[in-house]
Nanobody, 125 residues
Framework: QVKLVESGGELVQAGGSLTLSCVAS????????MGWFRQAPGKEREFVAA????????YYTDSIKGRFTISRDNAKNTVYLHMNTLKPEDTAVYYC??????????????????WGQGTQVTVSS
């Protein structure tokens, strides 16, 4: 069974930094697009960032551009989300995802096939 396991979520003050990690259980994810979605209380789940496996092409939602960076280590089947200058509105459950679509397609509404269980990020003001 395919599993995506996130870690790194915690309580952080506004302006601070945090790095989320996600480990995929199968080597097949070395050739998959991996990404992050988030869901804030009372809001719909939204795309955050994705990174492809060919050349590591990345794609971001506008609200986090310049603050968040996605990266991947294929040798470790791991994707990271480096978050800087965090704001209270970044508070959400962050989900790791994986799919065969492109990063742009994932950011454009393509619903990923595989999801992790989520990790809570809380940014205090």
């Amino acid at each position: 069974q395919v599993k995506l396991v996130e870690s790194g979520g915690e309580l952080v003050q506004a302006g601070g930094s945090l790095t989320l990690s996600c480990v995929a259980s199968e080597r097949t994810f070395r050739t998959a697009t991996m990404g992050w979605f988030r869901q804030a209380p009372g809001k719909e789940r939204e795309f955050v960032a994705a990174v492809g496996w060919i050349r590591g092409t990345s794609y971001y939602t506008d609200s986090i551009k310049g603050r968040f960076t996605i990266s991947r280590d294929n040798a470790k089947n791991t994707v990271y989300l480096h978050m800087n200058t965090l704001k209270p509105e970044d508070t959400a459950v962050y989900y790791c995802v994986a799919d065969r679509s492109t990063p742009q397609a994932m950011g454009g509404g393509s619903f990923p096939l595989y999801w992790g269980q989520g990790t809570q990020v809380t940014v205090s003001s």
